[in-house]
């Protein structure tokens, strides 16, 4: 656990130093492609109950 942690503590440094090294943008990545996700989600969300409230009024 502990050597996990001084490698995550490390990467960080790295990253925040400036080399871009593999880990950091992986995680970034991820995080771009799940906010992304969960934005595309929302709208969808948002204009299906448009279309239904549009095509059914409750």
């Known amino acids: 656990m502990a050597i996990r942690k001084r490698r995550a503590y490390?990467?960080?440094?790295l990253s925040l130093a400036g080399p871009m090294h593999r880990h950091p943008t992986r995680i970034?990545?991820?995080?771009?492609?799940?906010?992304?996700a969960?934005?595309?989600?929302?709208?969808?969300v948002i204009?299906?109950?448009?279309?239904?409230?549009?095509y059914y009024p409750i």
Request: hydrophobic fraction near 65%; avoid cysteine.
């Open 10 to 13: 490390y990467a960080a440094n």
């Open 28 to 36: 970034r990545g991820r995080q771009g492609i799940t906010v992304l």
């Open 38 to 44: 969960l934005v595309l989600l929302v709208v969808a």
């Open 47 to 54: 204009v299906a109950i448009v279309l239904l409230t549009r």
